[in-house]
């Protein structure tokens, strides 16, 4: 029963840990646009043509 006062206090002190986080992440804006987010996993960014060796002047 004597671990309780040592255990106690760090639960609650770990606890406000966490809300503090969560409250500095919902200020700096973490959570303003999820759907921009989830659509932008989806977006293939190596779209980029290869180039022609033909473009290049080595004509055969």
Do not use: N
């Not at 106690?8 to 966490?18: E, K, Q, T, Y």
């Not at 809300?19 to 759907?35: H, K, N, T, V």
């Amino acid at each position: 029963m004597d671990v309780l006062i040592f255990l106690i206090p760090i639960a609650l002190g770990m606890g406000l840990v966490g809300l503090g986080a969560f409250l500095w992440s919902l200020r700096s804006g973490q959570y303003e646009d999820l759907e921009g987010a989830a659509q932008r996993i989806l977006i293939d960014d190596d779209d980029t043509p290869l180039p022609d060796e033909d473009a290049e002047g080595d004509k055969r």
